[in-house]
């Protein structure tokens, strides 16, 4: 198969909560005091978000231009669109404000953009899947930066990189197609008294997602479900709506957090979809968050 493919990374942002068992705050900053007794995740846009967890504050691939700013990926659909497709609910500076390091789960431009890489102080510590993303973001100026492996501290917090696969088998036989999906993780948090949080990350479901849902056990799952494709292929290169049904099915006691929905331009499900899925399927605990929104678990 011919493809026609140049540059490519990856996806989306959110919307609603629906049904219960976390309890949405208002939109604005996270705070320590929100997350007191629980967790504390706050979606900004596509993957990006800010996580309160064991005395931290995480931000998750951030993804942080304004709207419009770049091309949309070649070879993908709806290419012709400029991404981010929507602005973000608050300034780059309000989501930057408080964070006590940052996760990369790959160095795709929708996960870790230029405008990241110019506002983000060079000293904050951050957290990648491997050394070749660690010397990616070290040639950036960034000084911390520091490889997830099984446990790894950050304060009490403890952090496990997770498996996952930007796509599926058949894309990853084309050496092209392969090298331009390349490798993303998910990420586990976990600290003493509280909720064990499970980021997916960019994957479509295999044996790795089944292998940390097995191991984990988490209570909170945050799920990137805009099934994101290329004009080369049909299938997904991450999650979509029937994924979430599975997730619920998987994971029956979890809390589950859908995004990386309508932010770029190769995202095939908007959270007007997921929320429809949602309600359609009657699945309860499942969350769309709206941008600026912060829920409590």
């Known amino acids: 198969m011919a493809l026609s493919i140049k ?15 976390a309890a949405p705050v208002s939109s604005g900053q996270i705070s320590a005091a929100a997350a007191e007794n629980g967790v504390a995740y706050q979606h900004i846009r596509n993957a990006t978000a800010k996580i309160r967890y064991g005395g931290k504050t995480f931000l998750i ?12 990926f070649e070879g993908t659909v709806n290419s012709r669109l400029r991404n981010p497709l929507i602005d973000m609910p608050v300034s780059a500076n309000e989501v930057m404000q408080g964070v006590d390091a940052v996760i990369v789960t790959h160095t ?6 230029k405008a990241a890489q110019q506002l983000l102080p060079k ?15 070290r040639e950036q100026g960034f000084k911390d930066v520091r490889v997830v492996g099984q446990n790894t501290p950050f304060g009490e917090v403890r952090l496990s990189k997770t498996g996952g696969q930007h796509g599926t088998d058949e894309m990853y036989a084309h050496p092209q197609m392969a090298e331009l999906l390349g490798d993303a993780m998910g990420v586990v948090l976990q600290a003493a008294n509280q909720k064990t949080l499970y ?5 479509v ?19 990137n479900t805009g099934l994101a494709k290329t004009q080369a292929f049909a299938d997904g290169i991450i999650m979509g709506t029937e994924d979430v049904g599975k997730m619920r099915q998987a994971a029956p006691d979890a809390a589950i957090v859908t995004v990386h929905m ?15 899925y949602v309600k359609q399927h009657g699945l309860k605990a499942v969350f769309v968050p709206r ?7």
């Open 7 to 21: 540059y490519l990374p990856f996806l989306l942002t959110g919307a609603l909560a629906l049904n219960a068992c």
């Open 61 to 72: 691939d951030p993804y942080l231009a304004a709207k419009g700013t770049y091309a949309g």
């Open 108 to 113: 795709h431009d929708d996960h870790w953009d």
């Open 123 to 137: 000293d904050l510590p951050v957290f990648v899947q491997n050394a070749g993303d660690a010397k990616i973001i």
């Open 199 to 203: 980021v997916v990350g960019d994957t």
């Open 205 to 223: 479901w295999n044996s790795r997602v089944d292998e940390a849902l097995a191991k984990y056990r988490p209570q909170v799952v945050v799920m």
């Open 262 to 276: 309508d932010a770029v331009n190769h995202a095939t499900v908007t959270t007007k979809m997921m929320r429809g």
């Open 291 to 297: 941008g600026g929104e912060v829920l409590k678990f």
